[in-house]
């Protein structure tokens, strides 16, 4: 993992990682300082509900740890964090179950070198996933394990409640969800046993509780999310990839003394079956909100840690037949230990190189080559080129910047560096960003990118994309106000100097293989020219809005999911009709903030578009609405002349609040009269 580089001060990079050090910067200095961990941020897709549908806890820690270190050094060392947590935690997953704590110590290392395996790149909980950008998931789950652990303990001990699971299970699902349901879901066979549904119910409700602050909004608002329409992966082979091979035999031997000794591992084989049997099942039901492999990590961290119950246990077995017992049993173990790291390490070969590109920093990439007498010099300094890019676009007026998205830009530390420009710039924000399903924007800006792109990622599976077409992407783009248009392919280049000629889009700079246009002149706030239409049809107003937004002559035709009483109801994307508005006015004043729009207007009861993305969290003074409004963006209907939109905190927000601060007080009180109790016992 590269601790040298850990502790050097630079701004991490490498896959999604290199995006995601955005996010605990604008918590640290946008929301925290506003008193929220929940809010809104303008840094992408025209605005997103930051924190609503990502996880804090990891950021939160890399906020705290950045007040007495760099924020660089901190971002990473929380990122290996939860693999370094792992072995622990799995340790207490054993002993939970009912081992002895010398095969609990070899089950606990194997179970962590699960982080080592290499088959898989972006399932999660190994080393390569969180260096993609999984942190979030390793470090839940590695807490998810300890929750499993302790809730076993006290189901099979009979102690009932402790606070212990509920305080892991609450901070698992802080980290991540998936992980948290799953365990959640192999608790369940402690129902059968004696006070399990108490310790279960209680645990449950307070891990909720603790969580609350976070968990309820994201709940309420769940339905606000994207869904990205994943091609579930098919096959056996990605359920028995090689690696693991001498691992399932050493697993069913783990199964088997287990079983024989009757201790409780019936939760561990459910989460195994959850992740096998889940992966398949996904597949054969064609269910693409969650993508399948996810769940495989599950089924591969339970083969290794019965591994290491298997070895475990035959050493200390063997340990009984010798002399000295206890001292042949702890020596016995610690070769066990070893040998299943040992194992572990043999099959490492990329992390090493991923570790070193990822921490080494955006400040260190640069392109090597040899002079004249072989000695090494920089060809390329991509971090300059990249920092001469951000001075370029820093001289520009504010606005939103639409890039060239191409596999390319990894030469600069990850594909996704271009999403970071609100991390080094004050007034000028990505269109494009790594949390995709948090915004209502995310699928109408990747048919956009696709669009001024030569060899776009398109992420989200079933739309209708069309690669490099400028005549489409012109009205889209002032759709979403957007301001400049970054290309970094010639093709891309080529393409927008044509629309220079054609479409209005002019040259402002040129920064290596990039090139900066202005984009024809938009405004954030729209006045109709059309009296909008409600959508009533059977499909949901985002299928809609997707057939709309596919007509690019027919955008000034506005879709809304909800209106006054004389807006036409329509239930096809077809009956819409031009019905002219015959006043007019202007718009003057305009100012985007983080969680306020404002404006003025000459138009008063004439409906507004306002290209912030929608969220139930908007409210607007002097002015009806906000409404949810094709594609993805917010429509008002000004009552005076000056408008504003706030982002609130609703019911949810102070209800998830008040659960937190109200179990966290309620925890508090009763370690207090525990500890009274108990010092008044000893006194007695």
Known sequence: MQPLLIFQDNTPTGGDMGAHVLLPAYLRDELLPQWRILGWSNSWYAGFPAMYFYFPLPAIVIVVLGLVMPYGIAFKLVTVLGLVALPFASYVLARGMGMSRAVSTVAGVSGGTFVLMESFTIYGGNTLSTLAGEYSFSWSFALSMAYLGLIIRNVREGRGFTLGPAIFIALAALSHLITTVVVVVASLPLLLRRRGPSTL???????????????????????????????????????????????????????????????????????????????????????????????????????????????????????????????????????????????????????????????????????????????????????????????????????????????????????????????????????????????????????????????????????????????????????????YYISFTEEATAAAMEATEMHGFAVLDQVGPFTIFDVPESSLVDIAVNRPSVWAGSGSIHDAALEWYGDVDGLDRWLVEDGPADWARVDSVDDLRSVPISASGEVTDIVLENHRVSFRTTAIGVPHMVKVSYFPNWGAEGALGPYRAAPSLMIVIPTEEEVVLEFRDTWAELAGRFLTIGSVLGIVAWKVVRKRRERAEVEA
Not at 335 to 359: D, E, K, Q, T
């Open 201 to 483: 119910a209680t645990t449950w409700g307070l891990g909720f509780a603790v969580a609350a602050f976070w968990a309820l909004p994201f709940l309420v608002r769940s339905n606000m999310m994207t869904h990205m329409g994943w091609h579930p992966v098919r096959g056996f082979g990605p359920v028995f990839p090689s690696e693991m091979w001498p691992m399932i035999v050493l697993a069913v031997g783990g199964i088997a003394w287990a079983a024989h000794k009757r201790l409780v591992i019936s939760p561990l084989i459910t989460m195994m079956l959850v992740g096998a049997g889940g992966y398949f099942f996904i597949q054969f039901i064609d269910f693409r909100n969650l993508y399948n492999a996810r769940l495989l990590g599950f089924w591969y961290y339970g083969v290794y840690l019965l591994a290491g119950v298997c070895v475990g246990a035959l050493l200390v077995g063997v340990a009984r037949r010798l002399r000295r017992v206890e001292t042949a049993k702890w020596t016995l173990a610690a070769v066990g230990a070893v040998v299943m790291l040992i194992v572990g390490v043999i099959g490492v070969h990329r992390a090493p190189s991923w570790a070193r590109w990822n921490y080494s920093g955006y400040e260190s990439k640069k392109s090597y080559g040899t002079d004249a007498d072989g000695n090494s010099v920089v060809v390329t300094d991509y971090w300059a080129e990249y920092q001469d890019l951000m001075a370029a676009i820093d001289r520009l007026p504010p606005g939103r910047v639409m890039w060239e998205v191409n596999s390319g830009l990894n030469q600069y530390g990850t594909s996704m560096s271009l999403m970071i420009i609100d991390y080094w710039l004050d007034d000028h924000v990505s269109m494009e960003g790594v949390l995709f399903e948090s915004s209502l924007t995310t699928p109408f800006h990747f048919l956009n990118a696709s669009e001024v792109s030569y060899r776009p990622s398109n992420p989200v599976g079933g739309l209708d994309y069309h690669p490099m077409d400028f005549e489409r992407a012109v009205p889209h783009l002032a759709m979403y106000d957007i301001a």
